[in-house]
């Protein structure tokens, strides 16, 4: 089955601790993208990638890393998590970017205290 | 930054009833896309429409985009509880890179 996996799909931590969020695609898609949902501000994206290997900051990329070492993988990287990146977070794929339906995984609710 | 804006904001129907729904944006497109999201979960595609495009189908979904307006409307005909959900509209800004996603509006589909 074609689909984005995210994991996990609820995480509680502290703040400062650094964490990771796993995004894995199956349908060989050139673009990712994280996205983060909050109520009021709607869907903003985090970070994107064209390719492996390339990278670039959306609209809300502070406090957030990403990396794309294989075509499949875009973990979404928090180094020191503050309370305000509590958030749902959604990765979401492509065949080439924004020009093609996005495929969103089932979300990661981060909660940080 | 916010590119589309749907309205209304939440539309209550009864079953079997059209469910019309619209988005307005800003700045030129490529195409615009639109959304449905089931509560908490991810975002599921529904129906793309390039800036060429007037109209577009599919199933009891249409589409209509006006590029001299800036905006587009999603119809859903004869609706089912299951179409409970929320709807996004999504437009590229005229780049490859990413989708703006409006403010989304909440369908609620009494049976």
């Known amino acids: 089955e074609a689909q984005v996996t995210q994991n996990p799909r609820y995480l509680i931590t502290v703040t400062g601790k650094k964490l990771t969020v796993t995004c894995s695609q199956n349908m060989n898609h050139e673009y990712m993208s994280w996205y983060r949902q909050d109520p009021g501000l709607g869907l903003r994206q985090i970070y994107y990638?064209?390719?492996?290997?390339?990278?670039d900051k959306g609209d809300v990329p502070e406090g957030y890393k990403v990396s794309r070492k294989e075509k499949r993988n875009f973990p979404l990287i928090l180094e020191s998590p503050s309370p305000n990146q509590t958030s749902l977070y959604f990765c979401?794929?492509?065949?080439?970017?924004?020009?093609?339906?996005?495929?969103f995984g089932s979300g990661t609710r981060l909660t940080v205290v | 930054s916010q590119q589309g804006e749907e309205d209304p904001q939440a539309l209550s129907i009864q079953e079997g009833e059209n469910a019309t729904m619209n988005c307005s944006y800003k700045t030129s497109i490529n195409n615009l896309q639109w959304y449905r999201q089931n509560s908490g979960r991810g975002l599921v595609h529904l129906i793309l429409?390039?800036?060429?495009?007037r109209e577009k189908h599919s199933g009891r979904l249409r589409v209509t985009l006006d590029t001299s307006k800036k905006s587009s409307s999603l119809l859903i005909t004869a609706s089912r509880a299951a179409d409970t959900a929320s709807y996004f509209c999504a437009t590229d800004q005229g780049s490859s890179y990413k989708l703006i996603f409006g403010s989304g509006t909440r369908l609620l589909v009494r049976p």
């Open positions: 990638s064209m390719n492996v290997e390339v990278t």
């Open positions: 979401a794929s492509s065949l080439r970017g924004a020009n093609y339906g996005y495929t």
């Open positions: 429409i390039r800036s060429n495009e």
